[in-house]
């Protein structure tokens, strides 16, 4: 096993790190399925309201390549289906029977993934409404099924600071885990298994299967840093990614011949116990975040997630809740208080001399303004990029410049926007740049 440094990165004080138990979340009246955190996906639905659906029923396929399914979470009927501006698809909600049925595929045994053609294999995923858990870089769009990719980097750990503990999933899932693992090999000879120093005392016999252990600084464990620290050619540049919940639901998928249902999730949110829940696809956000304030924002990652509304449910690809303080009114002179209790990159505040855990919320503590040219964002920029040369890039139109400064190598983990004194939204300024450079590239 190989160990990944990181210089930059970040490692924050911030509470509500979910516990390592294990509850079930109440059982939900609907489910759905969001086309909202699925990047670049054009969907064309395949159902309409009051059809019966059966679990893994097709409910939209993606226009750019109609074989790349998304299936219904749960049996029942289609409730309503939720467009937002432009008539964007938002998402599909089914009313739940009270039991499942699912669509069956025939199942492959564990010594049968060697034997299965590839094409075959592709065709199942597909239609099985899994395919798309495979990402390509450099945008992180659904792999490309007719490309090789040089490697295929397996993360353990999530996208967020308190995504679910591996250690839970892989104590349920092994054997669908190493199933696979199996079947990734039939896509690319070298399978990168990363996963955090921290998770590493609760992964059992899995820990046999990590080639690379990375540290606990924020966001080490992003397959796209992990890219970066590993790549020497420019071929390498069009690796896939996959992470560890999908490639157990690839596994359960082709094990059963059903649709996977199951999630493990962590909510995290001030005070309280905070188990991980066991839930299932597409779980409503409502039961998932009980009671909290209401002036609470909830957001599907820490550093890079997007505002989620109460009334909607978890997507294809999400599996953390971060209920956020959002306080009524701006603080009174905030900027001379000492800040014992602020969260902060610099040494500017009170708290970087204290040990303590704190809660972050979500005021801007005064307008945007103009960058003042601290180099914070560069200094904590976890790929080693300038992002403030490339926001200035892009808002230019210089695109060539920005791809010069790196552009593709961003990985949107959200703590060049975090980090900025004067709260400039890089992260999605560089994230919009990629997506439209991408676009018109396709
Ligand atoms: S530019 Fe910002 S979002 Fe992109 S990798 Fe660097 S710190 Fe993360
Ligand atoms: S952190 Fe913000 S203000 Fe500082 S250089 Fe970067 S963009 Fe400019």
Redesign the pocket.
């Known amino acids: 096993m190989e160990k990944i440094e990181i210089s930059?990165g970040f490692t924050p004080r911030l509470a509500g790190m979910p516990d390592i138990s294990l509850i079930e979340a109440p059982t939900p009246k609907t489910v759905g399925l969001s086309a909202m955190d699925i990047p670049y996906i054009r969907p064309k639905l395949l159902v309409k309201e009051n059809d019966k659906v059966q679990t893994g029923t097709p409910l939209f396929c993606d226009k750019r390549d109609t074989s790349i399914q998304y299936v219904s979470p749960g049996t029942g009927r289609v409730e309503k289906i939720l467009f937002g501006e432009r008539r964007r698809l938002k998402e599909v909600v089914i009313a739940l029977d009270k039991s499942d049925e699912f669509i069956q595929f025939e199942p492959v045994s564990r010594s049968g993934v060697t034997k299965i053609l590839k094409q075959d294999l592709i065709l199942r995923l597909k239609q099985g409404g899994l395919w798309q858990s495979l990402r390509q870089f450099p945008a992180k769009d659904t792999a490309d099924s007719t490309h090789t990719p040089a490697m295929i980097i397996v993360s353990l750990n999530g996208n967020d600071l308190f995504s679910p503990h591996p250690g839970i999933l892989m104590n349920r899932e092994k054997e669908a885990f190493e199933f696979g693992l199996d079947l990734l090999k039939q896509f690319s000879d070298r399978i990168i298994v990363t996963a955090r120093q921290s998770s590493f005392d609760r992964l059992g016999p899995v820990k046999a299967h990590i080639t690379h252990q990375v540290p606990d600084r924020y966001?080490a464990w992003?397959p796209?840093?992990v890219l970066l620290h590993l790549k020497k050619s420019v071929e390498e540049n069009t690796a896939w990614s996959i992470s560890a919940d999908h490639l157990v639901m690839m596994g359960k998928f082709l094990l059963t011949g059903q649709y996977p249902i199951e999630k493990i999730v962590t909510i995290t949110k001030k005070g309280g116990k905070k188990p991980h829940l066991l839930t299932r696809q597409g779980a409503p956000i409502k039961i998932l975040a009980g009671s909290f304030h209401s002036n609470g924002m909830i957001t599907t990652g820490q550093?890079?997630g997007r505002i989620a509304d109460l009334t909607s449910h978890l997507g294809f690809f999400e599996n953390t809740l971060n209920i956020i303080d959002t306080p009524g009114q701006e603080e009174m002179f905030g900027f001379i208080r000492p800040g014992s209790d602020k969260t902060s990159v610099s040494r500017a505040f009170l708290s970087s001399f204290s040990k303590g855990s704190k809660q972050v919320d979500c005021t801007l503590h005064g307008e945007e303004r103009a960058c003042i040219n601290c180099s914070y964002?560069e200094n904590?920029?976890?790929?080693?990029?300038?992002?403030n040369f490339?926001m200035k890039a892009l808002h230019s139109d210089e695109i060539e410049t920005a791809l010069e400064y790196g552009l593709l190598?961003?990985?949107?983990?959200?703590?060049?926007?975090y980090?900025c004194p004067s709260k400039i939204e890089?992260?999605k300024i560089?994230?919009d740049g990629m997506d439209s450079y991408y676009k018109d590239k396709a």
């Open positions: 930059k966001p992003d796209g840093v550093f890079n964002c904590i920029c976890p790929n080693e990029l300038m992002p490339i190598d961003c990985c949107r983990c959200g703590l060049c926007s980090t890089l992260t560089l994230s």
